[in-house]
């Protein structure tokens, strides 16, 4: 699970410092989760599934997708997609991929 977390907090482009801010714990407690052979709390682990959505068996087990897939947005944001004009279309792909470089400055 060690190396899980250290490999979860890369996938999400954060320091330790930065995804300890996120689940309310300080630097060393990430760093501290991250070394081979520690232990983490059972609160931990829901802090951080909850907070990054992330799937617990996958946490624990390295089994499954890292990620809690919401099929249930997706599905409806497919179906609107479908719905739109080409034009329109390209402008949602365009607005989307705007709102995904503005959240990476965050």
Known sequence: ???RIRELRKALNLSQKEFAQKIGLKQNAISYMEKD??????????????QFNVNENWLRTGFEK???????????FFYIF????????????????DLLEAQSKL
Request: hydrophobic share 30%; charged share 30%.
């Open 66 to 76: 890292m990620f809690i897939e919401n099929e249930k947005k997706q599905k409806e």
């Open 82 to 97: 479908d719905k739109l004009s080409p034009v329109l279309q390209d402008y949602l792909i365009k607005t989307a991929k």
């Open 1 to 3: 699970m060690n190396n």
């Open 37 to 50: 052979g520690s232990t983490i709390t059972e609160q931990n682990i829901k802090i951080i599934c909850s």
